[in-house]
């Protein structure tokens, strides 16, 4: 007969595997979804205003090699993004353990946007972000519609 040690360690592997690939899977979908096409910001809240039309005929492309650019006419800003596992979270958001990172540098408007977001729905033509500040900081709110 087996030791109830050794059994919840087999447990542990067989459903910690799991979590780890499912995880694993939406990440992926999370990043073709993103570089599937061009998207523009539909909404963008941040703490305590409406800030969404500071990014007024932009166009956001997720670009594979996680370069990020927004392209306005002839004007164009390059970040960088990616996703990420971050499953030291955990509620009931069904991409709770994925982050979606945004870094821009400049300009400053678009600094606002350089955060590890939560994914809270995703689809093929629209993302919802949401980032919580910590030490009593407020919650930011972003949607990517894609064009």
């Known amino acids: 007969m087996m030791n109830a040690k050794y059994v919840f360690v087999i447990l542990l592997l067989v459903f910690g595997g799991c979590d780890d690939d499912n995880t694993k899977s939406k990440a992926e979908d999370v ?5 599937s096409g061009i998207w523009r910001i539909t ?15 932009y166009t956001f492309e997720f670009k594979s090699g996680n370069t990020l650019t927004a392209t ?32 821009f540098t400049t300009p400053p408007d678009f600094e606002e946007l350089s955060e ?32």
């Open 31 to 35: 990043k073709q979804t993103a570089t």
């Open 43 to 57: 909404y963008f809240f941040d703490t305590d205003k409406d800030e969404t039309d500071n990014f007024d005929g």
């Open 72 to 103: 306005k006419a002839s004007v164009s800003h390059t970040g960088v993004w990616s996703v990420t596992d971050d499953s030291g979270t955990d509620d009931s958001i069904d991409y709770a353990d994925i982050d979606f990172n945004i870094l």
């Open 116 to 147: 590890d977001w939560e994914i809270v729905s995703i689809n093929d033509t629209k993302i919802e972000l949401r980032h919580v500040s910590g030490g009593g900081g407020g919650t930011d709110l972003l949607t990517f519609q894609k064009v």
